[in-house]
């Protein structure tokens, strides 16, 4: 059975820390490996990793894919509170589309 | 429109009755999606439309559970007999057509709790 497992599932921290969040996956047919932030009810999209290896970055926010050991890392430095949401992995198929298995999520929070 | 626009944004029902939920997603998006998100849980695959080709309907719960979409645009998500399990938000989502169709926008979903 396909699965996407994330952690930890839920972390509290303070502005100005660094955190990392773990997404390992057990798939087949495996396309890419998106990362989702959640606050309120609509994700809004991250990132997209296809390629093993490739840092993405955006701003404070960066993220890595490894296709050997089936695990992404999603980091985000210098943490403020606008940060705190919960934070979704994904993965996607050959020949689905968009359609995607998700984690539970990490739930993050930043404390003044 | 700008985004994804989803109604009704709360709707609570009694078990038993039919309730409608409506999406209407990003102009020119090709393919559109149903999701849905139990308390404190990761988004559950429900159906996706791609163009004119037959929804993969795999991730339905139950028969009670239905979707169309009419004119390639406007979808429906249809939930007969609720019971209280199916409470949950129910989040619709759009995407182009071509190499990078999984990158989802996602409406604000509809929150619906059975009494």
């Known amino acids: 059975e396909d699965k996407v497992v994330q952690s930890p599932l839920s972390l509290v921290v303070h502005e100005g820390d660094t955190v990392t969040l773990n997404c390992s996956y057990e798939v087949t047919n495996f396309r890419s490996l998106l990362w989702y932030k959640q606050e309120k009810k609509a994700p809004t999209f991250l990132f997209m990793l296809?390629?093993?290896?490739i840092e993405k970055k955006s701003g404070r926010l960066s993220s890595i894919l490894d296709k050997k050991e089936l695990f992404s890392i999603l980091n985000i430095t210098a943490t403020q509170t606008g940060d705190s949401a919960v934070y979704l992995c994904?993965?996607?198929?050959?020949?689905?589309?968009?359609?995607?298995?998700f984690g539970q999520g990490t739930e993050l929070s930043v404390k003044p | 429109g700008a985004g994804v626009s989803q109604s009704p944004s709360n709707k609570v029902t009694e078990k038993g009755k039919d309730v409608e939920l409506r999406c209407d997603p990003i102009s020119g998006h090709t393919a559109l999606y149903w999701y849905r998100q139990s308390l404190g849980q990761g988004l559950e695959f429900l159906i996706y439309f791609q163009g004119n080709s037959a929804p993969d309907k795999s991730g339905l719960p139950s028969d009670r559970f239905s979707a169309e979409r009419t004119g390639g645009s406007v979808s429906t998500l249809t939930i007969q007999r609720t019971q209280q399990e199916d409470s949950a938000v129910y989040l619709c989502a759009s995407s182009r057509a071509g190499p990078t169709n999984e990158k989802l926008f996602f409406g604000s979903g509809t929150q619906l709790s059975v009494l």
């Open positions: 994904a993965v996607s198929f050959y020949n689905q589309g968009g359609k995607l298995i």
């Open positions: 296809t390629s093993s290896g």
